[in-house]
């Protein structure tokens, strides 16, 4: 059974500050995936990263997949309010596009 | 292109009630997922269809919860009789290929009481 851990669970940094979150999962899976909720929201689709060493920027976010590992990486770059949410990486296993969700980082910038 | 829809958003019963949930899937999308996410969690995955056949249903408590994909398009997931610990938000998503990211619907809000 795949399972998904996801930390830290709460993140609160300050205004242009950098920080890194963190995504294991448990048995082999190529490909991970990274979403945004804001509260009261549904899901929005940030990075699918499909193979080893993948990297995927859009903004001040970076995603990184380390299949060897286990690991995938969410960076923050000079962090800014507009990116305070909840983030969830989901791996995905088997044929049948099976999706394993994490926690979830609640993340809050603060000014 | 319009995404996914579910409705209604907001449903509030007695425990012991029924409740049933629709959700139409992105035109195309042979993948549909209803997902059961508790306040403070990530989504949980209930059932996942391929089309109209069901190809995982293995977390879905079949005593009270069933679920259809009739003709392989829209789909409801329904609870009889409901349970306090049922009071949760129902998510559903779809998606096309393997290696794609599955779009979700705006979910629908249940409280038990």
């Known amino acids: 059974e795949l399972k998904v851990e996801q930390n830290p669970l709460f993140l609160s940094m300050q205004e242009g500050k950098n920080y890194t979150i963190y995504c294991n999962y448990s048995?082999?899976?190529?490909?991970l995936y990274w979403y945004r909720q804001d509260p009261g929201k549904s899901l929005e689709s940030l990075f699918v990263?499909?193979?080893?060493?993948a990297v995927k920027q859009e903004g001040r976010l970076m995603a990184s997949l380390d299949t060897k590992a286990r690991l995938s990486t969410l960076h923050i770059t000079a962090a800014v309010h507009d990116l305070s949410a909840t983030y969830f990486c989901?791996?995905?296993?088997?044929?049948?596009?099976?999706?394993?969700f994490g926690s979830g980082t609640q993340l809050t910038v603060l000014p | 292109e319009a995404g996914v829809a579910q409705s209604p958003r907001y449903k509030i019963i007695e425990k012991r009630q029924s409740v049933a949930f629709w959700c139409n899937p992105i035109?195309?999308?042979?993948?549909l997922y209803w997902y059961q996410q508790i306040l403070g969690q990530g989504p949980k995955l209930l059932i996942q269809f391929q089309n109209n056949g069901v190809v995982d249903d293995s977390q879905l408590p079949k005593d009270r919860f069933s679920a259809e994909r009739l003709k392989g398009v829209d789909s409801t997931l329904k609870i009889q009789p409901a349970k306090l610990e049922d009071s949760a938000v129902y998510l559903c998503?779809?998606?096309?290929?393997?290696?794609?990211?599955?779009?979700f619907g705006q979910g629908t809000r249940l409280t038990v009481v």
């Open positions: 048995t082999t899976s190529d490909r």
């Open positions: 989901a791996a995905g296993s088997g044929s049948a596009r099976q999706l394993t």
């Open positions: 035109s195309g999308h042979a993948t």
């Open positions: 990263l499909l193979s080893n060493g």
């Open positions: 998503a779809s998606k096309t290929g393997r290696n794609t990211e599955a779009f």
